[in-house]
């Protein structure tokens, strides 16, 4: 599904080197995690990925499905399969939660060749989804993202990518500011997501999140770079241990 | 001090290529508009309050002509049940018009209302005579004086529709003045609609008393004509507990001047001025707002937003007085331009002025860039460049868009706004 080669990325304004060769390959139906100490990268792995400006890739590849990501618009990647779960999702005023959800199924729908959705379709299926995910009308009828609670605004990621059915989906951080109750609803909606033809990519901190949404394969990062991939059990190990020990062995 | 002789000459010029209409009740009004308009001339480009729009344009004796616009897009509120008015190249068409009857409402026009005594005559000119202190306003003394249509509208009490006023321009050298009055009796209530780019050159002038507890709307599109140029005014005065909420959309337009003149006399009363307005090219757009504060307890808003881009220019000149004894004053004013290259500039002036010592007076005004996150954000969703910077664009205006009350009429706003967007995607 995912493959990402050698891949080397610095900052454009700033001669500094963030991912100094990270190889992954996500298969479909799996979930990887990747945790890791602030700065190690995380973050900017799921950012290149998605097409943000303002970061180069020096040297290495990634593509999805076969086809090079690095070489389209952010715009042609979601259209491809590729969703992000931001970890800080952005207000956006005057933009009515709605209307963005649908012109988004809608563009991807027809970036694909696909016949659009129609109004009365489309209000199903989000209501469907947004049911499960205890999101009610008046979230949906606000703009995007404006008084959300942290929870919220987390909840409503997942309803954008339960409507939009991508074939890898990227969560980064996507536990930071939640509390539990909050958590488990959204690791819920992630979880009725998972099936065969799907990858996931969990970007996190803490282990707690891996209790919810349980990992295939952990991968810890450091320095721009995997320097440990494992099972379930290396993300206890880092909730018991910290990444110190971990560090210090492959250093 | 005495006027620069350049100055009237340059009034005097124009002067002579126009006739005072001379009939009955107005004629008192026209003659001291003449006056006044003498004593201070014609704006020129070194005057204070001319300083970031030339008027040289709006003045010149002749008006530029103005290629008609050949749309065949729907016109804005033409879906509404409402009561037509139509001006073709500034004169009033009765074929066109509905028939000025609506219950609750007495309205005539100013060509014809040519006796000698008439209610408008406590009206006409004079909310003009009192918006020129403490700043000149020479086009609008030069619209009271020869102006030769218009419409006098007398609310008494809830009209059931609103009175759609329609500009339709259709010669290329139209050069058009008309003078609207609108008095909205105690508790009365009412919307006015303008719409259409009316001519060539256009100066207009509207006086709107509003009495004590009774509301004005106004929702206006000035039309999308490039070459046309307008100058209009707005002068209102609130009484007590009264509501008064403007909002103007303006796109395209190679030389707007919109000035917007309100005073609040009566204690407890709303005021309102909004804009949303799109340039693209060769476009100048001007807001300017005066509104002052003689009474307690009232409250005013300014919010005006402008997308400008290839070398547009947008221009805010707003102020909030409070006179002395006027407590309890919250005024807010924002001015905001959206910046869609380097090319483009917003020039603003935001003004506060302040007697009294227990208000609350907010202001500002920003210039930027689409924002590069939200762009992303979208994009990542899978909405192309060019429509995520559209509907970030449209999220930008919203605050404007908002001032309007009735969600039916916003809604037709925001359809016009996104049209408008849609035929410059790249």
């Known amino acids: 599904m995912l493959n990402i080669k050698n891949l080397h990325v610095s900052l454009e304004e ?160 996507t536990d930071s500011g939640l509390d539990v109750d909050a958590m488990k609803l959204v690791a819920e909606g992630v979880n009725a997501l998972r099936n065969e033809g799907r990858g996931f990519l969990v970007i996190t901190h803490y282990q707690r999140l891996l209790d919810h949404i349980k990992p295939d394969v952990v991968h810890i990062m450091a320095n721009g770079r995997i320097v440990k991939t494992g099972g379930p059990e290396l993300a206890l190990e880092v909730e018991q241990n910290g990444y110190a020990d971990i560090l210090a062995e492959v250093a | 001090m005495a006027l620069a002789q350049v100055k009237i000459d340059a009034t005097e010029e124009r002067l002579n290529t126009l006739d005072m209409p001379q009939e009955g009740w107005s004629t008192a009004a026209r003659k001291d508009a003449l006056m006044r308009l003498r004593s201070m001339g014609l704006p020129s480009r070194r005057d204070e309050y001319w300083k970031y729009t030339r008027p040289d344009t709006l003045v010149q004796p002749k008006a530029l002509d103005a290629a008609v616009l050949q749309t065949d897009e729907v016109p804005v509120f033409d879906a509404l049940e409402r009561l037509k008015i139509v001006f073709v190249d500034g004169v009033f068409s009765a074929d066109e018009s509905d028939d000025l009857v609506l219950e609750g409402v007495a309205i005539e026009r100013l060509a014809d209302a040519t006796a000698d005594i008439h209610w408008a005559k406590g009206l006409y000119g004079v909310l003009e005579n009192k918006g020129q202190n403490p700043v000149e306003r020479p086009l609008a003394a030069l619209n009271t004086a020869y102006a030769t249509d218009g419409v006098l509208i007398h609310v008494t009490g809830k009209p059931s529709k609103p009175i759609s006023m329609i500009y339709r321009h259709i010669s290329e050298s139209s050069d058009a003045i008309l003078h609207h009055i609108v008095k909205i009796d105690k508790g009365a209530e009412v919307t006015i609609l303008e719409n259409g780019p009316a001519a060539a050159r256009f100066n207009k002038c509207m006086e709107i008393d509003v009495a004590d507890t009774a509301t004005f709307h106004h929702v206006r599109a000035q039309g999308r004509d490039h070459e046309r140029r307008a100058a209009t005014h707005v002068f209102a005065r609130l009484g007590t507990e009264s509501t008064f909420k403007s909002f103007t959309l303006t796109a395209n337009g190679v030389m707007t001047r919109n000035e917007c003149v309100i005073e609040l006399t009566g204690d407890d009363a709303h005021a309102t001025v909004a804009g949303a307005a799109l340039g693209d090219g060769d476009f100048h757009h001007d807001d300017t707002v005066f509104i002052t504060h003689d009474a307690v307890n009232c409250e005013s808003r300014q919010v005006f937003k402008k997308v400008l881009r290839n070398g547009a220019t947008g221009v805010f000149q707003g102020k909030i007085l409070v006179k002395a004894g006027a407590q309890k004053t919250d005024g807010y004013q924002i001015s905001q331009s959206l910046l869609l290259d380097e090319d483009s500039q917003f020039l603003a002036k935001p003004e506060l002025e302040i007697y009294a010592d227990d208000v ?67």
């Open chain 1, 14 to 173: 700033e001669d500094k080197q963030i991912l100094k060769g990270v190889d992954l390959t996500v298969e479909a139906g799996k979930v990887h995690a990747i945790m890791g100490p602030n700065g190690s990268g995380k973050s900017t792995l799921s950012y290149v990925l998605s097409g943000k400006e303002g970061y180069e890739v020096t040297e290495g590849s990634a593509d999805l499905l076969g086809e090079d990501l690095l070489e389209i618009d952010p715009e042609e990647r979601a259209a491809l399969g590729l969703f992000l779960a931001f970890q800080y999702p952005v207000e956006i005023p005057g933009v009515g939660n709605m209307t963005f959800l649908r012109t988004a199924v809608n563009s991807q729908r027809k970036a694909r060749g696909e016949d659009e959705m129609s109004a009365s379709e489309f209000l199903k299926a989000v209501r469907e989804r947004a049911k499960s995910l205890k999101i009610d009308a008046d979230m949906l009828k606000r703009p995007v993202n404006v008084g959300f609670s942290g929870g919220e605004k987390k909840r409503n990621e997942i309803l954008q990518m339960a409507m939009l059915e991508p074939k890898m989906c990227i969560l980064d951080e």
């Open chain 2, 360 to 426: 609350a007076c907010s202001h500002g005004s920003t210039s930027g860039a689409i924002d590069e996150e939200a762009l992303f954000y979208l994009r990542s969703r899978g909405v192309p460049v060019g429509e995520a910077t559209d509907m970030l664009t449209l999220s930008f205006l919203a605050e404007a868009v908002e001032e309007i009350e009735d969600g039916a009429l916003a809604e037709e706003i925001n359809e016009r706004l996104a049209a408008w967007l849609a035929r410059r995607r790249d």
